[in-house]
């Protein structure tokens, strides 16, 4: 009865992958996912560095561990290394902040001592969990997280105990110190996708949970997941390069499917209920055409008030290391920071390279060779994108140049990703901007009809990764809320009396 239901996915990224999933299991038989671009995986997305494996979108799977969907369905498929198996790699609770192994460098191009400038990283984690306390409290002191974490060094400035500078140090470690600060202001642009943490809500910054288990990688790319849940599809259940224009709901016209979805090449398609899985960059851009008639007005104003920034990646391959051998991040220091506290650059142009905090290893060596990945977030990051690709190697090669104080050290290949300027993406993640709370995340998930109309319910429902309480921005929130909106069309026809299901 209720699986010849017709459902549309609009969108093949994991969580549109997920609801097809869901309901082809259960039975469903009229399950169309349209895809605007020639791949599945959406920002899952695995590429390659000469014959390096590399991952322009998600890298990690964020707590692997029992509860996480994601690290489950890898281990199922055996896609992970026997180490992220291990119970004590699932045991690890980091809370979010990964306890690598660093390096630093400054501006002057001197390697640092990590004993210098390790103080103003325990302070600024310290600050960053203070920052997600106030959760549910009202009369939070700032209305963003950058506010808060620059007033709390201040302040600590003038309290010997605590200061992130003591009185008695030589000048020399105390500014580092400084700079370290605006470095992890930097760090946690890339970390939220955020232009600036001045732009990141203080009072749901607690909104975003973590899961225990050490964050691991796919060896084989992210990309092998998809794969391998696309082979379990039926072959025709995507079709590709089908970009959805609109979205006509509520439609009366067309008798018993109450939803019309109208393709690019003008493709009109039927439907009792439709998914939409897009990125909130595209819905932000997009939201007024793509519906008809448009969204509620709350629905409308939480897909404003959310932020999406962008984060990207270049990767530089080197002949032989400049780093320790067991380093496993690399800060790039810039000396003229001291005072400044700032996450933003002045000029963009000029001096956009200073938003790259610095550069992740890739590891183990054996497998990667001497491959860095740099990370950028901001409009400093959409600048990026701009460049030719010859243009950001130059910029990369200066920059290493500059804190190696090596002048002759070339890396042997760069690439970037370009997250911006993917039309149907338009960034990297969502965040919790200013103002936010988790009813935004609430509005964002309401189906539509909302509740309380009269109308058939259930014609438009909302997944992506934006849409899930408590692991926006992950893959593994992601794929929950394909699977939480295919259950909500389950249960709503086990629930649902002979009469009122679609006929066949
Ligand atoms: C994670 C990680 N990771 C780095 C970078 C990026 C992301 N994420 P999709 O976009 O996949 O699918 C939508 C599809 O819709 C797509 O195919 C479109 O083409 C299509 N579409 C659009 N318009 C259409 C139309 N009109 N018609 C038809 N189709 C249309 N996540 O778990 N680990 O390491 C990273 C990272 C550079 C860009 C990441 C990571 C995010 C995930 O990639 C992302 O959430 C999911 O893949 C999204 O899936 P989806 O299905 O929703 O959309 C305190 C606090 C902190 C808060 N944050 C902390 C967590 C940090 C997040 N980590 C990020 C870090 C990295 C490095």
């Given at each position: ?196 943490m001045d732009e990141v809500g203080l009072g749901a910054f607690g909104q975003y949970k973590t899961l225990p288990g050490l964050d691991c990688t796919f060896p084989g790319g992210f990309e092998g997941l998809i794969q391998k849940l696309m082979s379990e599809l039926p072959d025709d259940v995507v079709t590709y390069n089908r970009p959805v ?260």
């Amino acid at each position: 009865k209720s699986l010849n239901a017709k459902i549309v996915i609009v969108g093949c990224g994991i969580s549109g992958i997920a609801a097809a999933h869901r309901l082809i299991k259960a039975g469903y038989r009229h399950v169309r996912i349209l895809e605007a671009t020639g791949r599945a995986g959406g920002r899952i997305k695995t590429s390659r560095l000469g014959d390096k494996v590399v991952e322009i979108g998600a890298n990690w799977i964020h707590g692997p561990s029992e509860e996480n969907p994601v690290f489950c369905l890898a281990r199922q498929y055996g896609l992970l290394d026997p180490e992220a198996l291990t119970s004590e790699n699932q045991a690890v609770d980091i809370g979010g902040h990964p306890l690598w192994i660093p390096n630093f460098f400054s501006s002057s191009g001197r390697k640092l001592n990590p004993e210098d400038v390790s103080l103003a990283l325990e302070i600024f984690a310290d600050l960053l969990n203070q920052g997600s306390e106030f959760q549910n409290q009202k009369g939070e002191p700032f209305a963003s997280v950058g506010e808060f974490i620059r007033s709390e060094v201040q302040t600590r400035q003038s309290q010997q105990n605590n200061a992130v500078v003591k009185e008695d140090e030589d000048p020399a470690v105390r500014s580092l110190r400084l700079c370290a600060i605006s470095n992890m202001l930097k760090v946690e642009c890339c970390v939220n996708g955020a232009h600036s943490m001045d732009e990141v809500g203080l009072g749901a910054f607690g909104q975003y949970k973590t899961l225990p288990g050490l964050d691991c990688t796919f060896p084989g790319g992210f990309e092998g997941l998809i794969q391998k849940l696309m082979s379990e599809l039926p072959d025709d259940v995507v079709t590709y390069n089908r970009p959805v224009r609109r979205v006509h709901w509520n439609n009366a016209e067309c008798g018993e499917n109450p939803v019309t979805v109208e393709c690019h090449d003008g493709e009109k398609m039927l439907a009792d209920h439709v998914i939409v899985s897009v990125p909130l960059g595209y819905l932000k851009k997009e939201c007024s055409s793509l519906f008809q008639p448009p969204l509620p007005l709350h629905k409308l104003h939480s897909i404003q008030r959310l932020g999406f920034g962008t984060n990207n990646k270049v990767f530089v391959e080197f002949d032989e290391p400049w780093w320790d051998a067991d380093c496993e991040v690399i800060y790039l220091l810039w000396e003229d920071e001291q005072d400044a506290m700032v996450d933003q650059v002045s000029d963009v142009q000029k001096s956009w390279i200073k938003k790259l905090f610095g550069f992740t290893v890739l590891k183990p060596t054996e497998r990667y060779g001497h491959v860095l990945c740099g990370w950028i977030a901001g409009h400093e990051s959409e600048y990026m994108e701009t460049l030719s690709e010859l243009e950001v190697a130059h910029a990369i090669t200066q920059l290493i140049r500059r804190f190696t104080g090596n002048p002759v050290i070339t890396p042997r290949r760069v690439l970037r990703s370009r997250w911006f300027s993917d039309p149907w993406t338009c960034g990297s993640y969502s965040y919790l901007g200013k103002g936010c709370s988790e009813q935004d995340l609430d509005n964002m998930m309401e189906p539509l009809p909302p509740r309380g109309s009269k109308s058939q319910p259930l014609q438009v429902l909302f997944a992506g990764e934006a849409t899930h309480p408590s692991y926006f921005s992950t893959v593994h929130g992601a794929l929950l809320t394909g699977r939480r909106e295919a259950d909500r069309l389950i249960s709503h026809y086990s629930s649902t009396s002979l009469s009122e299901v679609p006929k066949s």
